[in-house]
């Protein structure tokens, strides 16, 4: 079955720290994958997205992602994170098996402390 | 314009009631999708219509009922709903639907069911 799961549900960060958030997932054909981030009170929106090509991939506000297909893994990070980072951020695969549909980890909450 | 806008915001209805959500987009995307998110859990999808038709139902409940009347519109009829029925629905909108495809959300009506 296909399934995305993220590490950590809960960080806490002081600004200026590295941020690693972990996902992993499980799908049985090509897959592309994506980071989206809830900000408070926003919608969700795109942080990045890998579908091919090169395997580190850069998004909006300093985030990038690694594709490591030998480990199912898509890892978020950022070197330095910012009270502004403060929001949940959800992995999610989608492929060309089970019709298209995106699935979503069950999000990581992160607070980043001024 | 690359907006996805929802209403209402907030609906708060009796399980005999029936009532009506409504997504719009004018970006030209011809995939809209129904996802519901519930508390601290990622969207879960529940439709996707493609060009104006219904491409996926992921074994909704017939008490959800969408429509898709034009390109630009989706609406999700409610009618008869459970307490449990209570979250937050997101609409979102795409290109097409293929797996590549950014999804852009709107922020959401928050559904209470009494």
Same mark, same amino acid.
């Given at each position: 079955?296909?399934? /995305?799961?993220?590490?950590?549900?809960?960080?806490?960060?002081?600004?200026?720290?590295?941020?690693?958030?972990?996902?992993n997932y499980?799908?049985?054909?090509?897959?592309?994958?994506?980071?989206?981030?809830?900000?408070?009170?926003?919608?969700?929106?795109?942080?990045?997205?890998?579908?091919?090509?090169?395997?580190?991939?850069?998004?909006?506000?300093?985030?990038?992602?690694?594709?490591?297909?030998?480990?199912?893994?898509?890892?978020?990070?950022?070197?330095? /994170?910012?009270?502004? $980072?403060?929001?949940?951020?959800?992995?999610?695969?989608?492929?060309?098996?089970?019709?298209?549909?995106?699935?979503?980890?069950?999000?990581?909450?992160?607070?980043?402390?001024? | 314009?690359?907006? /996805?806008?929802?209403?209402?915001?907030?609906?708060?209805?009796?399980?005999?009631?029936?009532?009506?959500?409504?997504?719009?987009?004018?970006?030209?995307?011809?995939?809209?999708?129904?996802?519901?998110?519930?508390?601290?859990?990622?969207?879960?999808?529940?439709?996707?219509?493609?060009?104006?038709?219904?491409?996926?139902?992921?074994? /909704?409940?017939?008490r959800f009922?969408?429509?898709?009347?034009?390109?630009?519109?989706?609406?999700?009829?409610?009618?008869?709903?459970?307490?449990? $029925?209570?979250?937050?629905?997101?609409?979102?909108?795409?290109?097409?639907?293929?797996s590549t $495809?950014?999804?852009?959300?709107?922020?959401?009506?928050?559904?209470?069911?009494?």
């Open positions: 079955a296909q399934s /995305v799961s993220q590490h950590n549900h809960h960080v806490i960060l002081s600004e200026a720290a590295s941020l690693e958030l972990g996902c499980s799908y049985g054909g090509t897959v592309n994958l994506f980071w989206y981030v809830q900000y408070p009170g926003q919608h969700l929106q795109l942080l990045l997205k890998y579908f091919s090509g090169d395997p580190l991939v850069k998004g909006i506000k300093g985030f990038e992602a690694e594709f490591i297909k030998s480990k199912f893994s898509f890892n978020l990070r950022k070197p330095s /994170v910012q009270w502004s $980072d403060t929001a949940e951020y959800f992995c999610a695969v989608a492929g060309n098996t089970g019709g298209f549909k995106t699935i979503f980890g069950a999000g990581t909450r992160l607070f980043v402390k001024a | 314009d690359t907006e /996805v806008t929802q209403t209402p915001k907030h609906l708060v209805m009796g399980m005999t009631n029936k009532k009506s959500l409504k997504c719009e987009q004018h970006m030209g995307h011809r995939a809209m999708y129904w996802y519901k998110q519930k508390a601290k859990k990622p969207p879960e999808l529940m439709f996707v219509y493609s060009y104006e038709k219904l491409s996926i139902n992921e074994s /909704v409940p017939s009922s969408p429509e898709c009347p034009n390109s630009s519109l989706l609406n999700l009829h409610l009618h008869a709903l459970q307490p449990e $029925d209570s979250a937050l629905y997101l609409c979102a909108s795409s290109l097409q639907v293929i $495809d950014t999804q852009y959300f709107g922020p959401g009506t928050r559904l209470t069911v009494l």
